[in-house]
């Protein structure tokens, strides 16, 4: 792939996530991704939870805080 076309590529990755991301807030809904090998939910009110499995394989949420 030429130069030129990742880039156009990576445009249109980052104005589809950013439209993704206003979509969910404004639904109410939260978003998620991974950060530095965690799977993280961010919420409308900005609120970041890291999203674990307790000793019983539950999914449970801990407040997060970037590194």
């Known amino acids: 792939m030429k130069d030129k076309e ?17 979509r969910a807030f404004a639904a109410g809904s ?7 090998g965690k799977v993280i939910r961010e919420y409308p009110d ?3 939870t890291e999203v674990i499995r307790d000793e019983h394989g539950n999914r449970k949420e801990i407040d997060y805080a970037s590194q």
Do not use: D
């Open 30 to 36: 939260f978003i998620s991704y991974g950060e530095n």
């Open 46 to 48: 900005g609120r970041r």
């Open 6 to 22: 990742l880039k156009e590529w990576e445009r249109i990755g980052k104005l589809v996530t950013a439209t993704a991301r206003e």
